[in-house]
């Protein structure tokens, strides 16, 4: 079967670091876009970075840029997000998602969702 399993959240003090990791199994995900999204309680889904399938393009939303760099290591089926200088805010479940193109994944569409892994970030 085909799955998505995040790892590497935790709870972090602001202005930490912390890098989660998706793994990918059952497929090679190396034609689709891989991505991230967040959710905070009481909030909606919420957009985090995205790389193509082939790691040409890659595009975070405003409130992460500059702190958070995805990245995809498509021999290890795997994709990453570095997240540095951490805040109360960035506080969510965070999940993985893939798509075949990258546009429809920026704007939610998935074929595939992990389970989430849970950051925390304490002032």
């Known amino acids: 079967q085909v799955q998505l399993v995040e790892s590497g959240g935790g709870l972090v003090q602001a202005g930490g670091s912390l890098r989660l990791s998706c793994a990918a199994s059952?497929?090679?995900?190396?034609?689709?876009?891989m991505g991230w999204f967040r959710q905070a309680p009481g909030k909606g889904r919420e957009f985090v970075a995205a790389?193509?399938?082939?790691?040409?393009?890659?595009w975070s939303a405003a409130s992460v840029k500059g702190r958070f760099t995805i990245s995809r290591d498509s021999a290890k089926n795997t994709v990453y997000l570095q997240m540095n200088s951490l805040k109360h805010e960035d506080t969510a479940v965070y999940y993985c998602?893939?798509?075949?193109?990258?546009?429809?994944?920026?704007?939610?569409?998935?074929?595939?969702w992990g389970q989430g892994t849970q950051v925390t970030v304490s002032s």
């Open positions: 998602a893939a798509h075949p193109a990258f546009g429809p994944l920026v704007r939610g569409q998935a074929d595939y």
């Open positions: 790389v193509s399938g082939g790691g040409e393009i890659t």
């Open positions: 059952g497929r090679t995900f190396s034609s689709y876009a």
